[in-house]
């Protein structure tokens, strides 16, 4: 099993829809979850971050946390054309002392104009 | 302005030769990470680094190596005894190891010919 595992898509969303995108994890002590967004070519920037359990909302982005299920989740309201890129989940995991920042392989999501 | 530099932003290199990528940070950042990202997949984490002078192993180090002297630099080597080391090289900082963001430098797109 993958220590960060989320759906590559594509995924495909009309203008204005909500666009739900979805991450497990493996390591039940994982305390720090992310989402980033990468544009093809480009490095990651970091969209949201959430530590406890619940939503937390940030302008049209949502992520919620879901640790007893171990279940992370963003969505992005009223999608736009420049949301259009892959979407990273990463987690904080602790092996042997050491907190490491694991990352899923991402789902590649199109808005649809 | 604080930031993570990487360079060089596209590198050649013929097969069986040693290279060297640059990474350094102005953020006052304890940890520091290598990850490898191919076409259409997420980041591999390579080497992850808590503090100066020391540093963990992460998922696909074999053929890789990494030093931290400073807290501000943690180049990494690609040896020749990667066997396929054209990708794209992300280096991220964060404040603390794992449990807060990383910010990523814009990355070195690696091509062995």
Same mark, same amino acid.
């Given at each position: ?8 898509? +594509?995924?495909?969303?009309p203008e204005g829809a909500i ?10 002590g994982s305390q720090s979850f ?12 970091? *969209?949201?971050? *959430? ?25 992005? %309201?009223?999608?736009? +054309? ?25 789902? %590649?999501?199109?808005?649809? +104009? | ?10 590198? =050649? ?89 990383? =910010? ?10």
């Amino acid at each position: 099993q993958k220590e960060v595992e989320q759906n590559s898509g +594509p995924l495909s969303v009309p203008e204005g829809a909500i666009a739900s995108l979805n991450c497990t994890y493996s390591d039940r002590g994982s305390q720090s979850f992310f989402w980033y967004r990468q544009y093809s070519g480009k490095s990651p920037e970091l *969209i949201m971050f *959430i530590y406890s359990n619940g939503d937390k909302e940030d302008g049209r982005f949502t992520a919620q946390l879901n640790k007893a299920s171990q279940y992370v989740s963003l969505l992005i %309201r009223d999608s736009q +054309p420049s949301d259009s890129a892959t979407y990273l989940c990463a987690v904080n995991s602790k092996v042997e002392g050491a907190q490491k920042l694991v990352f899923g392989q991402g789902t %590649r999501l199109t808005i649809n +104009p | 302005d604080g930031g993570i530099t990487q360079s060089p932003k596209y590198l =050649f290199r013929k097969e069986g030769q040693n290279v060297t990528l640059s990474c350094e940070q102005n953020l006052n950042h304890d940890a520091m990470y290598w990850y490898r990202q191919d076409p259409g997949q997420g980041l591999r984490l390579i080497y992850y680094s808590q503090i100066v002078n020391d540093f963990q192993k992460g998922d696909i180090a074999e053929g890789y190596s990494v030093s931290r002297e400073k807290k501000e630099s943690f180049p990494l080597t690609v040896t020749s005894a990667q066997k396929n080391p054209t990708a794209f090289y992300l280096c991220a900082s964060s404040m603390i190891s794992g449990n807060t963001e990383a =910010f990523f430098g814009q990355g070195t797109r690696l091509t062995v010919v």
